[in-house]
């Protein structure tokens, strides 16, 4: 059963670090695609990052911010969040797509999602 659960979210001030992890189980995150995402209120959700055997992908609004690593001895990934700013504020999820580096983008559709994880940033 495939099976992803987020931690490490809460509130920051702007200019502060997070660091989020996705903790996955069913299946091995060597093999797939990972992806992070968010959703703020009344807003559509937003590819923030990926990673894959290949490379890594950030959107516009993170790059040289946010860095997105995992770990295959723990089966984890992870997402580094650094200077954060107000309009970061948002429900992050972490995502699987059963597909490799060259098959996966940030608009992509991912097949397994967490239950997210709330991340507040105030001015």
């Known amino acids: 059963q495939v099976q992803l659960v987020e931690s490490g979210g809460g509130s920051v001030q702007a200019g502060g670090s997070l660091r989020l992890s996705c903790a996955a189980s069913?299946?091995?995150?060597?093999?797939?695609?990972m992806g992070w995402f968010r959703q703020a209120p009344g807003k559509e959700r937003e590819g923030v990052a990926l990673?894959?055997?290949?490379?890594?992908r950030y959107s516009d609004s993170v790059k040289g911010r946010f860095t997105i690593s995992q770990d295959n001895t723990k089966n984890t990934l992870d997402l580094q969040m650094n200077s954060l700013k107000p309009e970061d504020t948002a429900v992050y999820y972490c995502?699987?797509?059963?597909?490799?580096?060259?098959?996966?983008?940030?608009?992509?559709?991912?097949?397994?999602w967490g239950q997210g994880t709330q991340v507040t940033v105030s001015s």
């Open positions: 990673i894959a055997r290949g490379g890594t």
């Open positions: 995502a699987a797509r059963p597909r490799s580096f060259y098959d996966c983008y940030l608009g992509s559709d991912f097949d397994y």
């Open positions: 069913g299946f091995l995150i060597s093999w797939y695609c």
